[in-house]
């Protein structure tokens, strides 16, 4: 089932340049969220949305921005890439009270050189 | 603030054997999922627990929850190698976020 899809699932970008992940779904969910995977460190929340336009902050938001301006799209934004951001990004949604569980993208791998 | 602990970080097990996993959590839940995950790839649903005693089972994998002691655990029956595998418990919290453990990997030797 594609409900969810991320793009890019493999990127390689330089130090200090700007990188727009995209999630895209086609469930109608309100919710969206951005995880970063990190060995050792499991799976961290960034940011996530609960609505057309309406954003708020994960654990390790600084140097993430999102935008969500229709309910299909979630974007994610390194606004100036850095080593440390180099991680598997996973894009989730759930539906209110999440009753079905979160569903998961496939992920995009994302390296900072 | 949320924190979700699993136990262990890591198992290898016997083909035969069986084993339970153990999800800790700080704070007040009535909401705990558990999820697989294989190396390089996405996260796959396993069970979704809504309730107090909730008890769920598929083929040899079995997840419970105790909200009053804050604990879920994931037991599996006579492992097989296709079993082997990342495991993640993950709580639901205020603003309908998920707060993940750190993860189980499962090694099951033949």
């Known amino acids: 089932d594609a409900g969810i899809t991320q793009s890019p699932r493999h990127k390689v970008t330089e130090t200090g340049t700007p990188v727009t992940l995209r999630c895209h779904q086609t469930e109608n969910h309100r919710y969206m969220y951005w995880y970063r995977q990190d060995p050792g460190h499991g799976l961290r929340l960034i940011h996530y949305?609960?609505?057309?336009?309406?954003?708020d902050k994960g654990e390790v938001s600084d140097g993430y921005s999102v935008s969500r301006s229709k309910t299909e799209d979630f974007l994610l934004t390194l606004e100036s890439a850095t080593s440390s951001q180099t991680s598997v990004y996973f894009c989730?949604?759930?539906?209110?009270?999440?009753?079905?569980?979160?569903?998961f993208g496939s992920g995009t791998r994302l390296t900072v050189v | 603030e949320l924190k979700v602990e699993q136990n262990p970080l890591f198992l290898s097990m016997q083909e035969g054997k069986n084993y339970t996993i153990y999800c800790n959590y700080s704070?007040?839940?009535?909401?705990l999922y558990w999820y697989r995950q294989d190396p390089g790839k996405s996260l796959e649903s396993l069970f979704v627990l809504l309730s107090n005693g909730a008890v769920k089972q598929e083929g040899r994998l079995m997840a419970s929850l105790d909200t009053k002691a804050r604990l879920s655990t994931l037991h599996i029956t006579a492992a097989v190698h296709d079993l082997s595998a990342t495991y993640f418990c993950a709580v639901n919290n205020a603003g309908n976020m998920l707060t993940f453990g750190g993860g189980t990997r499962l090694m099951v030797k033949p």
């Open positions: 989730a949604i759930s539906a209110i009270r999440a009753d079905y569980g979160y569903t």
């Open positions: 949305s609960y609505g057309v336009k309406d954003t």
């Open positions: 704070t007040t839940s009535d909401r």
